[in-house]
């Protein structure tokens, strides 16, 4: 008979290993939209299209300065 110490390892083990990789898809994911994100950027950076937001530049630097 298993005690219950060994069962609620068991569970344990198998619940760590589903957020391991619920977690790895997670990043894969995030990873994708910021390369994505990138890309898209580079792109406009190329055509001379991208324009700096300097509203929200400016208040994250003074944001940093705070």
């Known amino acids: 008979m298993i005690n219950p110490i060994q069962q609620s ?3 344990s ?3 760590n ?3 391991k990789v ?3 898809a997670k990043t894969e994911q995030s990873q994708k939209v ?3 994100r990138v890309s898209k950027i580079a792109e406009q950076i190329k055509n001379g299209t991208y324009q700096v937001d300097l509203k929200a ?3 994250a630097v003074a944001d940093s300065l705070i």
């Open 9 to 11: 390892y068991v569970a």
């Open 13 to 15: 083990a198998s619940l």
């Open 17 to 19: 290993n589903t957020s």
């Open 22 to 24: 619920e977690r790895e």
């Open 34 to 36: 910021e390369n994505d």
């Open 57 to 59: 530049t400016a208040a």
